[in-house]
């Protein structure tokens, strides 16, 4: 095998966004070695993109507000299927993530009172998303960035892992390559802890960056452990939809939080035929079924999207509030939001589902796996409420570091091996497409895979079209196994595709999977087959997958009991 | 279909050349779609940077008819397209391939920069007027392009005495937080290097944040260490009373 080089850590952690980047600190605090691994330059994770905010009930604004409630809220957002002791520990760790958020340096928009600023969003009883304008996900990275970088780690940029290697049961090792030289290099650890978010460029309108292809939810399936809840994919109600060139980039629901209003070509508020009472403020799988509705049903705006409005609270104001979206839609679209409205359809954002994790350890059900972020499954259920996810990354993002140097420090003397067999085997996969005299462009494949993902995985689903979209995803991965490429390994998108296409089709057929397997509608999955809720069957599981003998395996595992005193929480009104 | 000529810099550090591609225009259709058209369909290894397209995460800058800007941001529509688009890498960093740029000296400075420092007791109580001044730098998105154009770093290559505009953001940024205690002034003398900025401004023209980089931040701190370290009476005065920031 060629010369790579080798780095040694307690702590390797796979991905700098707020997930990876507050493990990492966590971890590093505790006294262990920590590798922090990113395949784009580090501040530029996805965290970067996030606008509304990040959910706590701090009570600041909406003094009522307690974890209660919140953890109410996000488990009728997630329609009872989100993991019960996650929503616990979010909803009563929040506040002290972002307080310390504060103590690190972040400046969040203030109240009259000299406290942390918070706006109303879909779902959430209260007054509740911290904020700067709405570029609160910059604010929240940069303040990591600035602490992670004092904190002693070593930080390896524009590093792609490509695959994990394992000791026996144990992970031993993380494996990959610089993009920029292409060379590869081997991570020897006693754990490593996957924050490498979501799965988003499998779809062709997306509000995601190139790197959310799915590599940790198929890392982490390729070592063994088990992804939940994957049919959970969500599209945000509002993308942009003109010109072609941005289709997909996200509006942020801050536009609705505050006071945006939506309208079809008739000028109805169709809200109020579909969730009366919350109107524009109603979860994102209602709003966004809402709005895919009218555009189907031929009330759409010219572009086919619905319009947004928020011109009505002023030019000052918006400026004020929704900078970003100011400029976006005045750069992109030539079009003034604080004078005319904007046209927006749903666009795929986020996935609630993913590696299946202990709620309070973080760990995977491999032994030295952790995972955190958009990676891990379990906290949203079946439907996240915005404002959720950052406060996820920093509650969870924590917590994995906690639990991975601890493991790492009860396992201090324990040498661990590398599999030279595996190793090898890794590298030579790497280097296939460069010896294919024949094959495919990546690119192509890729493109087919978005459409495919779109047409028949999509908003509303059904038996045939999953199936249809099933078989499209087993044809797709032959093509993707001949694939042909040009140049050197030095700085190359397209061989960079190839393994990144990989990983997106083992997210994608396994969201596929889920997504007929479950014959109802909950949250985002919407089957128009199946449309209503079925609490007696699938009410009681998550959807299960894992890899036996080389091929996916399909599954369900009884939800785990929520104890009674959280019940009544549920349960009870909670205003 | 109309067509737009594109002229992209490909190379590495043993040289390179113009190559001219052909791309079909849509309507809206920003740099980087054409260099993705570009990758997709001629040259697959073509290397650029990209991650949010709008303008979000400054990773894809580079310089389009010999401005520096970013690719997701600048629209074909607003260039001359009766002549190519031409596109390189950022000059003032060495070339990796293609558009791509060795930035990490931009990383290392960075990391030299004394952390924020609250002080032990601190309530933390602030008013929106007494962030406002900071938030304006924290929209820094570090695309690096005010590096990529100030004449101290492009020109005379000053990277061992001179950060450059965005560091000195970061400086004043911390400086004016209501709730540091640090004192960054001999750092900005010395390692930073303030005394090399001229005030030409050319940095703040090409921030796609418009930061006021220049008036908000250079100056303020240029007239703070000029203060403590060129004043005599302010100098004994804060040696007094100890320093307290405003
Ligand atoms: C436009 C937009 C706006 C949003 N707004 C909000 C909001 O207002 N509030 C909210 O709560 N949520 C919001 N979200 C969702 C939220 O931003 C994301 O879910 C969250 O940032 C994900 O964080 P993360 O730490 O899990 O991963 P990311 O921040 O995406 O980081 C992933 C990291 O993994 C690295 N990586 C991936 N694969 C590999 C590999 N193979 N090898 C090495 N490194 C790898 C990447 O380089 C990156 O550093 C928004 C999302 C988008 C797209
Ligand atoms: S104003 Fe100063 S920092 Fe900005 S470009 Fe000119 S010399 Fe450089
Ligand atoms: S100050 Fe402006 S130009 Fe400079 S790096 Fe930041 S965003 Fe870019
Ligand atoms: S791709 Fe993020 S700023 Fe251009």
Do not use: D, H, I, R
């Given at each position: 095998m060629e010369k790579y080089e080798t780095h040694t850590h307690d702590v390797i952690v796979i991905g700098a966004g707020g997930a990876g980047l507050r493990a990492a600190i966590e971890a590093s605090a505790q006294g262990a070695s920590v590798g922090l691994v990113c395949k784009s330059l580090l501040g530029k994770a996805h965290t970067v993109m996030a606008e509304g905010g990040v959910a706590a009930a701090l009570a600041n604004v909406d003094t009522k507000d307690d974890w209660k409630t919140h953890f109410h809220d996000t488990m009728h957002g997630g329609k009872m299927l989100n993991n019960w002791r996650m929503a616990q520990l979010h909803a009563q760790e929040a506040p002290d993530r972002v307080k310390e958020l504060e103590h690190w340096g972040a400046l969040f928009d203030r109240t009259k009172d000299g406290k942390i600023m918070q706006r109303a969003f879909g779902g959430h009883t209260w007054k509740r998303l911290a904020h700067v304008g709405d570029r609160t996900g910059l604010e929240m990275i940069r303040t990591l960035q600035d602490r992670g970088i004092h904190s002693g780690m070593e930080v390896y940029m524009e590093c792609t892992i490509t695959h994990l290697l394992k000791d026996g049961e144990r992970i031993s090792g993380a494996f990959g390559y610089w993009r920029e030289s292409g060379r590869f290099v081997l991570f020897k650890t006693k754990t490593v802890i996957i924050a490498t978010g979501g799965i988003?460029?499998?779809?062709?309108?997306?509000?995601?960056?190139?790197?959310?292809?799915?590599d940790g939810q198929a890392l982490a399936y390729e070592a063994g452990a088990d992804l939940i809840d994957?049919?959970?994919?969500q599209f945000h109600p509002t993308g942009m939809v003109w010109p072609p060139s941005v289709r997909g980039i996200l509006v942020t629901e801050a536009v609705r939080g505050e006071g945006g209003l939506l309208t079809n070509r008739n000028g109805e508020r169709f809200m109020e035929k579909y969730d009366p009472e919350r109107m524009e403020l109603s979860t994102r799988d209602v709003v966004a079924r809402s709005i895919y509705t009218e555009v189907m049903e031929g009330r759409g705006s010219p572009h086919g999207g619905a319009y947004l409005d928020i011109s009505h609270r002023g030019a000052d104001y918006v400026k004020k509030k929704l900078p970003s979206m100011y400029h976006q839609f005045m750069e992109f679209a030539e079009i003034d939001i604080t004078k005319e409205p904007m046209e927006v359809f749903p666009t795929t954002h986020y996935i609630m589902g993913g590696i299946r994790v202990d709620a309070d350890t973080a760990g995977s059900t491999v032994p030295g796996l952790f995972a955190a972020g958009e990676a891990a499954g379990g906290m949203h259920g079946a439907n996240r409420l915005g404002g959720n996810s950052l406060s996820d990354l920093l509650v969870f993002g924590r917590r994995a570091g906690l639990g991975a140097a601890q493991y790492a420090n009860e396992l201090r003397d324990n040498a661990l091996k590398i599999d030279d067999v595996e190793l090898e085997k890794a590298a030579r996969e790497m280097t296939r497409p460069f010896e294919n005299a024949e094959g495919e462009n990546p690119y192509t494949v890729h493109q087919a895979l978005q459409e495919a993902m779109g047409a028949y995985i999509g908003v509303f689903r059904t038996r045939e079209k999953i199936s249809d979209g099933i078989e499209e995803i087993q044809v797709l991965k032959d093509r993707a196994s001949q694939l042909r490429i040009e140049g050197s390994r030095m700085f190359n998108p397209g061989w960079h595709l190839c393994k990144d296409l990989k990983s997106m089709l083992i997210v994608s057929e396994a969201i596929a999977r889920c997504a007929l397997q479950r014959e109802e509608s909950r949250g985002a999955h919407s089957r128009v087959d199946f449309p209503k809720y079925d609490d007696e069957k699938w009410g009681r599981v998550n959807s299960v997958i894992s890899k036996e003998n080389g091929n996916m395996k399909i599954g369900t595992s009884p939800l785990p009991q929520i104890p009674e005193e959280l019940r009544k929480i549920v349960e009870g009104g909670h205003k | 279909m109309a067509v737009v000529k594109m002229r992209l810099y490909r190379g590495d550090s043993n040289g390179g050349a113009e190559k001219e591609y052909e791309v079909p225009l849509e309507e809206g259709m920003v740099v980087l779609d054409a260099i993705h058209f570009i990758q997709a369909n001629y040259d697959g290894d073509l290397a650029v940077r990209w991650n949010c397209k709008a303008a979000k995460c400054g990773s894809c800058s580079a310089e389009i008819n010999g401005m520096p800007k970013l690719t997701c941001k600048t629209r074909l529509d607003t260039l001359p397209l009766d002549k190519p688009v031409t596109v390189y890498p950022i000059k003032t960093f060495p070339i990796i391939k293609d558009l791509v740029t060795d930035v990490s000296w931009n990383y290392k400075v960075r990391k030299t920069i004394p952390p924020f420092t609250p002080a032990k007791d601190t309530k933390w109580v602030m008013y929106q007027e007494d962030v406002e001044r900071g938030q304006e730098f924290r929209k820094c998105i570090e695309c690096f392009l005010c590096q990529d154009v100030c004449h101290i770093l492009r020109n005379h290559d000053k990277k061992n005495e001179f950060i450059g505009p965005r560091m000195l953001i970061k400086i004043a940024e911390l400086e004016m937080h209501p709730l540091d205690t640090l004192d960054r002034k001999e750092f900005l003398r010395d390692q930073a290097g303030i005394g090399y900025c001229n005030i030409t401004k050319c940095c703040t023209e090409v921030c796609p944040e418009h930061i006021h980089i220049t008036d908000n931040a250079i100056i303020p701190l240029k007239e703070r260490v000029a203060d403590t370290y060129f004043d005599p009476l302010q100098w004994l005065l804060e040696k007094f009373k100890g320093s307290p920031k405003q």
């Open positions: 988003g460029k499998a779809y062709k309108v997306t509000s995601n960056s190139w790197e959310y292809t799915g994957m049919e959970f994919v | -």
